[in-house]
């Protein structure tokens, strides 16, 4: 098991537990949590939760480790939540099939690369992805991408939930209420996440290979109809085309975008020498792969959708899941039993937003910080069931209009932790403005520097609220990548006024729009505060 990385952590966490011994009711909460937490921990689960993975804590087995890193993203991009968004191209936003493969494809490239790119920070840092954020958010502006990134995780679970429930309520030939599969494919996510992060790698690698298998079958399964329609063209004028092509590449988008939310939280077990560009490229590859196949099978089968009667029917009766029994039941029992295995890449998918969400409330403070990551594994559980059942009718609308949204903050993000890195900290002339994370004495010689590769870091000081960075600048480039997103995003319940001005429709253009504002205006606002504050 983990030990905790940092005494300051362990005196912080004493600290609020005195506080709260005096508080009866409280105290007795803590004190049962914390008995599950030493039970758990007996069992071979994790018990740790955002604490640093110091270099002396890291496996050394890096092909163990590749190969489970591997397994995660193939299982938990490879199947049907990934490919949800895909189907949507053709079937919402009445894209031909040409336009949907270039949208979709191009889209879902973008969206590797960026979390490919966030990633890198795992190894090097010991840290979840959205705690070395605290290196340049700071101790209180961090709880705000981590609140983002903890809606997002809801979200993409609620699709999974609502799809799942869809997809058993068709195989048993209507007889399983959807509110049932809701509860079913949560309770099963839950009891995994529990456990932490090593036996959630051994769940994904050994899921991954049946799940990738059903991904490549469909595309036999499916053969004798779609390519009878691969003239389809665009609905609407010029303009209209050019809107929804821009909307679905929002979407695409962000379905692989926002793994850069959670990427190196999976990545804390590698040794902290490890090759950046080998993370970069084993990351997107990993990623990529699954996605963009799932992708091309997804604009196949939805561009067909829209003119094979049969499936069309199926899809308007019962959403996707109808969709998906009505293709898979071409092989009858035995495409029953695939479609069975293919809801596993629902739970998959489910487990790793369930982990790391919790560990976005924990790093949110207050409150939820007493509580153990495990506990907050069942918070995040229990939120995003509940917000399936409410929403079990209404999937096309929470993936089309709910889902672009995150790809808005993952640009931002990206945006900041990009030009922190290659302006601020690559740069040996800017990096003298750091006084007081590399300086052992504040305003002196920066002797911690040395030894540090590009781009230069001090985790150590990740909970030291007296050298981490006020946060103000990436708080104000943040609010700026809000307004463009706002000025750009077409959903149906806001169109902002740029996203109006192309086609009858609109046109998503919220996350170009968040990267330029926060790109233009972060570089000077971290200078005066770096020049103002040395931190």
Same mark, same amino acid.
């Given at each position: ?47 740790? &939760? ?10 050394? *087995? ?27 191209? =053709? ?24 979390? +490919? ?8 840092? #010991? ?10 958010? #700071? ?20 699709? *999974? ?27 099963? /996510? ?5 456990? &932490? ?12 290979? =049946? ?16 390519? *009878? ?20 590449? +929002? ?19 590698? =040794? ?29 089968? #939805? ?31 035995? &495409? ?13 998918? @489910? ?5 790391? #969400? ?49 790809? $808005?903050?993952?640009?931002? $993000? ?12 690559? @740069? ?7 006084? $007081?994370?590399? /300086? ?56 902002? =006024? ?8 609109? +046109? ?28």
């Amino acid at each position: 098991m983990e030990k905790k990385a940092s005494s300051d952590l362990e005196l912080e966490t004493d600290s609020k537990i005195s506080e709260t011994e005096k508080r009866g009711p409280v105290s007795k909460l803590l004190n049962g949590l914390n008995y599950v937490s030493k039970k758990l921990d007996s069992f071979g689960g994790e018990s740790t &939760g955002i604490e640093r993975v110091s270099p002396d804590q890291r496996r050394t *087995n890096m092909t163990r480790i590749i190969i489970h890193v591997m397994g995660l993203w193939l299982s938990g991009c490879g199947g049907i939540t990934s490919m949800s968004s895909f189907f949507l191209g =053709p079937l919402i936003f009445g894209l031909g099939f040409k336009d949907s493969m270039i949208s979709g494809l191009v889209s879902c490239t973008l969206g590797c690369l960026l979390a +490919a790119y966030c990633s890198t920070m795992g190894p090097r840092s #010991g840290l979840r992805q959205i705690v070395s954020a605290r290196l340049f958010f #700071g101790p209180w502006a961090v709880r705000f991408p981590a609140l983002i990134s903890a809606i997002g995780f809801v979200g993409w679970s609620v699709t *999974n939930c609502v799809l799942g429930g869809q997809i058993l309520y068709s195989v048993s030939k209507d007889k399983l209420p959807i509110e049932i599969g809701i509860v079913i494919i949560s309770m099963i /996510s839950l009891v995994i996440a529990i456990f &932490g992060i090593r036996i959630l790698l051994h769940t994904e690698t050994l899921i991954s290979i =049946p799940v990738f298998t059903v991904l490549i079958l469909l595309y036999i399964i499916g053969s004798n109809e779609y390519p *009878n329609y691969l003239n389809t063209v665009s609905i609407g004028n010029t303009m209209t085309i050019r809107g929804n092509f821009l909307s679905f590449f +929002a979407l695409g988008f962000s379905v692989t975008a926002t793994w850069g939310g959670c990427a190196s939280d999976y990545y804390t077990l590698l =040794p902290e020498n490890t090759n950046q560009l080998f993370v970069f490229f084993m990351t997107f590859f990993a990623i990529w792969i699954p996605s963009f196949t799932g992708a091309v099978l997804s604009i196949l089968l #939805g561009n067909a959708a829209t003119v094979h009667e049969p499936w069309l029917e199926a899809y308007t009766n019962n959403s996707l899941g109808g969709l998906l029994h009505e293709i898979f039941s071409r092989w009858n029992g035995f &495409g029953m039993f695939l479609l069975v295995i293919f809801f596993l890449s629902l739970i998959t998918n @489910n487990i790793i937003n369930t982990y790391s #969400g919790a560990l976005e409330l924990q790093l949110i403070g207050g409150p939820l910080s007493y509580f153990p990551r495990w506990f907050l594994s069942v918070v995040m559980v229990v939120i995003f069931m509940v917000c399936s059942l409410a929403g079990r009718d209404q999937f096309a609308t929470i993936l089309s209009n709910f889902l672009p949204m995150l790809g $808005y903050w993952i640009s931002i $993000y990206f945006t900041l932790l990009l030009e922190e890195n290659v302006i601020f900290r690559s @740069n040996k002339t800017l990096i003298k403005l750091y006084q $007081y994370e590399f /300086s052992t004495i504040p305003g002196e010689k920066q002797d911690l520097l040395e030894g540090k590769s590009r781009p230069y870091y001090n985790f150590e000081i990740y909970l030291s609220r007296d050298r981490l960075t006020h946060g103000f600048a990436s708080s104000l480039a943040f609010c700026f990548g809000v307004v463009g997103a706002i000025c750009g995003m077409c959903q149906v319940y806001y169109i902002g =006024p740029i996203a109006s001005k192309i086609g009858s429709h609109g +046109a998503d253009l919220g996350m170009w729009l968040a990267i330029g504002f926060t790109a233009v205006t972060y570089p000077v606002f971290r200078y005066i505060e770096l020049k103002k504050f040395g931190r």
